[in-house]
């Protein structure tokens, strides 16, 4: 390499960016999604009317039970799946106790970091795209400096993955007697997706095998950390499809409580 390489300075590049194609689309896209998602979710959270003609709130069902509702431990929680009744707040949606958590793990995850670093604070938009932001401390202060409790929020999303497999095994009970329907699909479908989502999330990675400096020792961890990491190669993917579909989930159970919806369902 010749020293006028080495001492050459850089272009003076006035445009922020060089690339031709559409690299504001992927960021674009996934800030629309997620505005999208964080409406509805709010609306849901506190849209909970009581169904006309039932005693049981729209976001329940039976046996369906809306993820965004679970556990359900408040007065105003249907007794068939009332986990508790504290008193406690009962003018707050329950919904609202229970998001605190799952949002505390998503918000805190490496993907959705990237995800809406770069759609919502442009830091930066895409690859080789400058950043309007003239100084960067990364995430050494005040707020960002919470994002290190990720690895404390995933052991509450794995409690809350337990709930919502349990809630998935109550849609198969139809007064008692074991039953199919579309709800019941839909709930395990959320359940799958949901694990899919925590298991492959990198804590998770290291947490099975990352502190372990002979795998051959450890082989039944080495084989958890090796489907570990087949989840976390697809970890966006997981991330999108289980939160698209706790909304899916929610939607439908609505739509059937208020009567708009018919969930077709088999009893044995």
């Keep these: 390499m010749s020293t006028e390489s080495l001492t050459r300075p850089r272009a003076a590049i006035a445009a922020r960016t060089l690339r031709q194609d559409r690299w504001w689309?992927?960021?674009?896209?996934?800030a629309i999604g997620f505005s999208a998602f964080v409406v509805y979710s709010t609306w849901a959270a506190f849209n909970h009317p009581i169904v006309a003609g039932t005693n049981h709130p729209i976001y329940y069902a039976d046996p369906y039970l809306s993820p965004f509702y679970s556990p359900c431990f408040t007065t105003g929680c249907p007794p068939e799946v009332r986990w508790a009744d504290l008193h406690i707040w009962n003018w707050v949606s329950p919904a609202v106790y229970i998001?605190?958590?799952?949002?505390?793990?998503?918000a805190t995850c490496y993907y959705y970091r990237k995800a809406y670093y770069r759609s919502f604070?442009?830091?930066p938009p895409a690859c080789a795209v400058a950043e309007p932001h003239k100084t960067y401390t990364g995430?050494?202060?005040f707020p960002l400096i919470a994002q290190?409790?990720?690895?404390?929020?995933?052991?509450f999303a794995v409690i809350f993955a337990?709930?919502?497999?349990?809630?998935?095994?109550?849609?198969?009970?139809?007064?008692?007697?074991?039953?199919?329907?579309?709800?019941?699909?839909?709930?395990?479908?959320?359940?799958?997706?949901?694990?899919?989502?925590?298991?492959?999330c990198h804590s998770c990675r290291h947490?099975?095998?990352?502190?372990?400096?002979?795998?051959?020792?450890?082989?039944?961890?080495?084989r958890m950390w090796g489907l570990v990491s087949k989840l976390n190669g697809k970890h966006m993917q997981w991330a999108w499809a289980s939160l698209i579909w706790v909304a899916v989930s929610d939607g439908y159970i609505r739509l059937v409580a208020n009567g708009t919806f018919h969930d077709y369902h088999h009893i044995f």
Excluded: C, M
Aim: aromatic letters at 16%.
């Design 25 to 30: 689309l992927q960021p674009l896209v996934i």
């Design 99 to 106: 998001l605190v958590f799952p949002l505390a793990f998503r």
């Design 121 to 123: 604070w442009l830091s």
């Design 139 to 141: 995430e050494t202060r």
């Design 148 to 155: 290190n409790v990720h690895r404390y929020a995933w052991y």
């Design 162 to 200: 337990g709930i919502l497999t349990w809630d998935a095994v109550l849609g198969f009970d139809f007064g008692g007697s074991f039953g199919v329907g579309v709800g019941s699909a839909v709930l395990l479908v959320n359940a799958v997706l949901i694990w899919g989502y925590t298991l492959g």
């Design 207 to 222: 947490i099975t095998a990352g502190r372990i400096n002979n795998f051959s020792k450890h082989p039944v961890r080495y």
